[in-house]
């Protein structure tokens, strides 16, 4: 019988104010265990200030097909940025 | 090399599917793991992935040898964090190889029972300490070789298992060398153990790329998948290129009577290995094959009774906090 234990995705605060970000997966019995193991396997160079790990089936995640309805949309709204838009030197900072 | 001799997978999908994934690849996409992708690529890649996962695990053993008599506290912490890099190595892998289908448990075993290979070095014994240094200059040296093109490799998974791989790896390699410093300027005794390493690990690090281009069936389709960055030859030119000097500088002399500066190629033109026995070590032969795997297969035994405690533990945990709610 075959009794694997889950897998949990890692997700890693590099530094302070910095959002945790998505580094890898790992095996692990429990979350308690799962962090520690976190801890061992991506932060072994101080990469980390804090640690989330999340049972891997709870991910849920937009399929690839899906790109186009998905993105498409925002392409055409370039007005969006900034950019976009002229402001006269003279107007100064803004 | 980590991998070698990786046998492509033959695929029978749909033409125009292929064609359409061969123009992401050849536009430099990353291919990621719920995207669709010939089986041909997804088998080939989960053999490759596991091949060098397996590796990174195996390839802790003939270090792991030494730790216990490394030859001050520094060495051997050094050492120990190495080792500990390579555990590392391996998971970041095995995960990217999970992502396409297969599971870590499945994987294992296929090791355990020789389904899958682990690269031919490790089948080498380390018998000195000075072979510490010898394996981190040379055997992560042609791993890095390897690796650092891998990067940019098409799979996203295993491209990213490769930066953070690459990012760790030349501390290992300028340990090896440092220790080949030490052992090279030390005492004559220390000087032939070094040279004696060298001799050793020289022709099996050069086996690491695997046979010559000319007899590799599997590379072309690979190459065209971008799981395969470089030719073996290729890398094995780039590497006798990077090392004669190095191993001069240590006034070490490289085995190889035929090693000589060509100008015309802008290289070095050198014996290659003995493929001989190169495909007599891949067949079980090396000196520790049988030392190896019955290690693995003793450790993943020995260690059943552990994790099925802790799943259990986990479990009963699990109901306790559901019934407490």
Known sequence: MRNEWPLWEVFIRGQHGM??????????????MAIKNARDVYTRRNEGVSIWVVPAHHIAASSPSDTGPLY???????????????IPDDVGAM | ??????????????????AAFQVRIDAGDKIEPKDWMPEGY??????????????????QLPEGNWITRA???????????????????????????????????????????GRMKYSSIFNYPTLTWADMGAVGWLVDGAAIMNQVPLQRTSFGPYSRAMIRICKEESFHQRQGYDIMMKMANGTEAQKRMAQDAL?????????????????????????????????????????????VPQAEFLGL??????????????????????????????????????????????????????????MAHAEKKRAAKLAAE
């Open chain 2, 199 to 243: 001799n050793r690990m020289w022709f099996p690090s050069l086996m690491m790329f695997g046979p010559s281009d000319a007899e590799s069936v599997h590379s072309e389709q690979s190459m065209s998948w971008k799981i395969k960055m470089n030719g073996n030859d290729e890398l094995r030119q780039k590497f006798v290129d990077q090392t």
């Open chain 1, 72 to 86: 498409e949309p925002s392409e055409s709204k370039v007005y969006r940025h900034p950019t976009f838009f002229d």
């Open chain 2, 71 to 113: 030859p001050t506290l520094e060495r051997k912490a050094i050492l120990l964090a190495k080792v500990q890099d390579e555990a590392g190595h391996g998971l970041y892998l095995y995960c990217a190889a999970e992502t396409l289908g297969v599971t870590r448990d499945e994987l294992t075993e296929m090791l355990l029972d």
């Open chain 2, 1 to 18: 090399m980590y991998a070698q001799m990786i046998k492509s997978e033959a695929t029978q999908d749909d033409p125009e599917k292929l």
């Open chain 1, 19 to 32: 959002s945790h970000r998505h580094v890898g997966s790992l095996h692990a019995a429990d979350e308690e």
């Open chain 2, 253 to 310: 002399t490289v085995p190889d009577p035929d090693l000589k500066w060509n100008e015309t190629k802008g290289g070095y033109d050198f014996t290659g290995p003995d493929w001989d026995e190169f495909f007599d070590v891949l067949r079980g032969n090396g000196p520790c094959n049988k030392e190896r795997l019955a290690a693995r297969n003793k450790a993943w035994d020995d260690g059943a009774w552990v994790r099925d405690g802790l």
């Open chain 2, 42 to 59: 997804r088998k080939t890649l989960i053999r490759q992935i596991g091949q060098h996962a397996h590796s990174e695990i195996v390839g």
